[in-house]
C-alpha cells in the first residue's frame, strides 16, 4: 500500500495563475501596451523583457511613470488593467483543497510569476489558509530560476524533498522544482487525470491520503 501523500510532505507550495485563480482569455494586456509604447519611442525589444516587467516591484502606474510614460497613457492602461484584476476568478476546487490541508495542519504557500499588481486578486479571492508569499516582483527572479525555490524553501523552513509543489506548467512547476529536490504535481484542468503527477483537479491531492 503506498504511503499516503501527506504523510511525505510537510508543506504545499501552489503556482497561482492556472492554479488556484483563473485569468480570462480576454483581457487588454496593458504591459503588452506600455512595452509597444517603448518600443515605438527607442527602446529595443528585448527576450528578457517578460522577465523584466515580473521582477519590478511597483505598481504598475510607478512603473509607467519611472519610464516617462504621459499621464494620459498610464490613466487609460491602469484603468484596463483594473478591469482584468477584477475578471479574475478562483476556481471551484480550491477553498475545499485549502481547507484539506488546514485540517492536515501543512503550511501553505504560493509562488508565482507575475507583475506587481497581480496580487491584487489573489488577497482579494483567497482569504484563508495561505500562510507565505513569493512573488517573482517580491524576489526578482522568475520561476524556473532555482532562487526562487530556495525562497520557498526558506520561508516554509523545510528541505525541499518536505515540499510539494503544485502548478500548470510543465518547466516553471514540474522540471524547476524537481531540480530543485521539490516532490512536484502538475495540474491540468484540461485533460482527465492520470495516475502519478497530473492532477485534473486540485482535490486529487488527497485521494490517497485518509
Not at 521582477?55 to 494620459?72: E, H, I, K, M, Y
Request: with cysteine.
Amino acid at each position: 500500500m503506498s504511503k499516503p501523500l501527506f504523510g511525505r510532505y510537510r508543506a504545499v507550495v501552489f503556482d497561482v495563475y492556472g492554479t488556484l485563480l483563473r485569468i480570462p482569455e480576454q483581457r487588454s494586456a496593458p504591459y503588452r501596451a506600455l512595452l509597444r509604447w517603448l518600443a515605438a519611442h527607442g527602446r529595443r525589444p528585448n527576450a528578457m523583457d517578460a522577465v523584466w516587467v515580473m521582477t519590478q516591484n511597483l505598481p504598475f502606474d510607478d512603473f509607467a511613470r519611472s519610464l516617462g510614460v504621459p499621464a494620459p497613457l498610464i490613466e487609460t492602461w491602469a484603468a484596463a488593467l483594473d478591469n482584468d484584476l477584477a475578471a479574475v476568478t478562483v476556481f471551484e476546487d480550491v477553498e475545499t483543497t485549502l481547507d484539506g490541508l488546514s485540517r492536515r495542519k501543512l503550511p501553505v504557500a504560493i509562488c508565482s510569476n507575475a507583475a506587481h499588481p497581480y496580487r491584487a486578486p489573489l488577497h482579494r479571492l483567497i482569504r484563508t489558509g495561505i500562510q507565505h508569499e513569493i512573488w517573482s516582483f517580491a524576489v526578482g527572479t522568475i520561476k524556473p530560476a532555482p532562487a526562487i525555490y530556495a525562497a520557498c524553501s526558506e520561508v516554509l523552513q523545510c528541505p525541499p524533498s518536505d515540499i510539494l509543489f503544485v502548478g500548470d506548467t510543465p518547466a516553471a512547476d514540474v522540471d524547476g522544482p524537481r531540480s530543485a529536490g521539490f516532490g512536484v504535481r502538475l495540474i491540468d484542468r484540461q485533460q482527465p487525470g492520470v495516475p502519478g503527477e497530473r492532477l485534473q483537479h486540485l482535490t486529487q491531492l488527497f485521494q490517497d491520503d485518509y
